[in-house]
């Protein structure tokens, strides 16, 4: 690891020099990037199938017919599913199969290796060349039923082959009865003693209305990989933009700027976002206080040592167009990463940047923390403050646990430990963080977890934690059809820790009903029907093709328990769910859901949703922009508490104003619900810098209203309410 890195640096470095060797500030972090690809397109990466087939290749051409180059036979096959190329894979897995001299356990391999790959031939086919906004939903009913069938119907008898030579073997029987749901046979053409049943239900005893997936509508349909996702107004008109990015170094980022007639216009060209790859995760945060909101990309994540990538600072020049000033910052830094937050937590009124990096055992990659110098530049105090950890970390989270006033930090990752960092006060402009994780009762959280959030789930006043498990028995398929069976399984959980507002949480996971396996990645939350209370939806999955399980959406219900509505929602995609963002992007007062789809290979790119909310019902909301001017411009960390009577009962509802969950980010504009509340009595907010508390009375509901900090009076903002085309339709997707 240390001799690769030397051999990077010097590139590196290169590459960095004054600015007058590039003609524009952005040609610097563009060439980097370009670099790292062509460094990292070699055979011994994992996510490089290119590579891998070239170098199979070599060897099968120089081998005489055996067991070595049937093994190699086999990964070249594996590597032109990764591809994309499902015909040639299906060629290559059919003759293995039929070779004479495999063996009985060998072809039980090959053929799970040619099941899922008529699978992925039958979405290719359907899903892919045919998209509808039923695509790949769960239960794939009505559009979502493949018109082309051989890749399911040849998966399928493939399957029952494999069942009936081992019945234990439970992610054949997951895929089983997905492969009969492609083209409706689902349940009653299901072989019974393979049946898992009740998939096409909720088994909540709760319903919802059903969203509508409308990027198919919209003009944002792009065939992409993993990556993240921004909701937020980056041109200042008050009405929502998606910016989106790809994990792979040659997958681009996207800019769509509304245009207020419902659509938005592919602006990444002009703004020079689309001079930018890779990017598993980004977060936003106006950094510099210009009224402007800016961008940072995290990259690397999951990739050892071909995860020396460059994060990037992307400054919103505020006429259309973004700067790289990542280097000019003091930001550049080359250590895999997915997770960062940002927050004031030297509480100078500057936010300040957390960056989560991924260690192994042979890899120190310590985590970073860029305190804010006021002048467009950053300083790493890590080690100064006491949060330098070095583990695996997945997904960060910041906020005032304890109520203390100073902003704290929780850490999520593949190390079974997860950190919980007490801020304990600054020394000489520093925070100092302590390790509080064993007393405030997180220790024997030691599974694998991923996605994590602060949120008050409960309208308590304290922020409560959430954190999904990432630990599953055999595979995840496997594991989930455990869970749907009800058979005992070690597959980790979903996490939900209650604060006892005494620096301790209990875990109320299973009195919540969300002791269930998910398997998490892209995560975010908010209020689907505008009762007050925070929802959340979960993108699941993993680089594995036969990760086909449902993204989640789990309503909370008010009363410490949650339901699960993604069936009744219609929002349980099968395909890799990756970043969240949730916003009322059509302004008509409750939240939608965006989420960017797409595996880690090429081949199991996707394209991403945009969950359009019907409206649940009659209740009533109040979106809240505010403005730091002591405090942070973003006003990030701030509280808002709403307080109302809804049908004689008096409420209190909380939030934090952030961009939400570790995976994923949502405005920082807050639509909040009142329920059926005819008027707020009470709008409370407490800025995050001097925790300061103006009030606002008898404010009515459904508007949109900007705060600005110090001001007596709030401002009505007019912003109109957006169409957006909802038709069905069916839409090719470049593949």
Not at 17 to 41: A, G, I
Not at 215 to 242: P, Q
Not at 439 to 461: E, H, I, Q, R
Request: glycine content about 10%; overall charge negative; charged content about 25%.
């Amino acid at each position: 690891m240390k001799i690769k890195q030397l051999l990077l640096l010097p590139i590196a470095s290169f590459l960095m020099q004054s600015c007058d060797y590039f003609s524009n500030p952005n040609d610097k972090m563009v060439k980097v990037l370009e670099t790292r690809s062509k460094m990292y397109d070699v055979k011994d990466n994992v996510f490089s199938p290119k590579a891998e087939i070239v170098f199979y290749d070599s060897i099968i051409s120089n081998s005489a017919y055996g067991h070595f180059k049937l093994l190699y036979e086999l990964k070249k096959g594996e590597s032109l599913l990764k591809l994309g190329n499902e015909y040639d894979a299906v060629k290559i897995f059919e003759a293995m199969s039929n070779s004479p001299i495999v063996n009985g356990s060998e072809k039980f391999e090959i053929s799970k290796k040619l099941a899922i790959a008529y699978m992925r031939l039958g979405e290719r086919q359907n899903c892919l060349k045919s998209h509808t906004a039923e695509s790949c939903i769960m239960p794939i009913i009505k559009e979502g039923i493949h018109e082309k069938q051989l890749g399911s119907q040849k998966a399928i008898a493939v399957y029952e082959m494999l069942l009936t030579n081992d019945p234990s073997d439970y992610e054949s029987r997951w895929l089983l009865n997905i492969a009969y749901m492609t083209l409706g046979g689902y349940p009653s053409k299901v072989p019974s003693q393979w049946l898992i049943p009740n998939l096409d239900k909720d088994n909540s005893g709760y319903s919802i209305k059903p969203f509508v997936d409308i990027a198919s509508n919209l003009g944002i349909v792009k065939k992409n990989m993993a990556g993240g996702v921004i909701l937020d107004d980056f041109n200042n008109d008050d009405y929502l933009d998606i910016m989106t990015s790809d994990w792979s170094l040659d997958g681009v980022m996207h800019y769509y700027q509304n245009n207020k007639k419902g659509g938005f216009t592919d602006l990444s060209k002009q703004s020079e976002i689309g001079r930018f790859k890779g990017g598993l995760n980004m977060i936003q945060a106006d950094y510099d206080n210009d009224g402007d909101i800016d961008l940072f990309v995290l990259r690397g994540a999951w990739m050892n040592v071909y995860g020396i990538q460059p994060n990037s600072l992307l400054r919103n020049n505020g006429d259309g167009t973004f700067t790289d000033v990542t280097v000019k910052s003091g930001l550049y830094s080359e250590l895999p990463t997915q997770a960062g937050t940002w927050n004031d937590f030297n509480n100078d009124g500057y936010l300040d940047l957390f960056i989560g990096n991924e260690s192994r055992p042979q890899d120190n990659f310590p985590c970073e923390l860029y305190l804010n110098n006021q002048d467009g530049t950053f300083t790493n105090v890590a080690k100064k403050a006491n949060c330098e950890i070095v583990t695996f970390v997945k997904g960060v989270t910041s906020s005032d646990y304890d109520n203390d006033g100073r902003i704290d930090l929780f850490l999520s990752g593949m190390n079974n430990r997860k950190t919980l960092l007490k801020n304990m006060g600054s020394k000489n402009g520093i925070p100092q963080f302590v390790d509080v994780t064993e007393k405030a009762g997180l220790s024997k959280l030691n599974v694998m977890t991923f996605p994590t959030w602060f949120w008050d789930y409960d309208n308590d006043g304290w922020q409560d934690l959430f954190v999904c498990g990432y630990q599953f028995e055999g595979s995840i398929a496997g594991t989930v059809a455990r869970e749907a069976l009800n058979i005992p399984n070690e597959g980790s959980k979903m996490y939900l820790y209650h604060n006892n507002h005494n620096g301790t949480f209990s875990d109320v996971s299973k009195a919540a009903g969300l002791d269930k396996s998910v398997f998490a990645m892209g995560s975010n939350f908010g209020d689907i029907d505008n009762d007050g209370f925070l929802d959340m939806y979960l993108g699941t999955g993993n680089p594995d093709y036969k990760s086909l399980i449902p993204n989640k959406l789990y309503r909370n219900m008010g009363n410490g328990k949650f339901a699960d509505v993604t069936v009744s929602g219609r929002v349980g995609n099968l395909q890799k769910g990756h970043a969240v963002g949730f916003s009322d992007m059509d302004n008509d007062g409750d939240s939608d859901i965006f989420i960017e789809v797409g595996g880690a290979y090429i081949g199991d790119s996707y394209t991403n949703s945009f969950y359009l909310n019907p409206g649940q019902n009659t209740n009533r909301w109040i979106s809240i922009q505010l403005e730091g001017t002591d405090t942070n411009r973003s006003a990030i960390g701030t509280r808002i508490k709403l307080s109302f009577k809804e049908k004689g009962v008096f409420r209190n509802v909380y939030l934090e104003v952030n961009s939400g969950g570790s995976f994923g980010s949502s405005a920082l504009r807050k639509e909040i619900g009142v329920g059926q509340a005819a008027m707020i009595d009470q709008i409370e907010i407490t800025w995050a810098k001097s925790h300061k508390k103006q009030f606002f009375k008898n404010v009515k509901p459904n508007q949109f209203i900007k705060i600005k900090e110090g001001d007596e009076e709030f401002l009505k903002t007019d912003i109109k309410k957006i169409v957006f085309p909802t038709a069905k339709m069916k839409s090719a997707i470049c593949i």
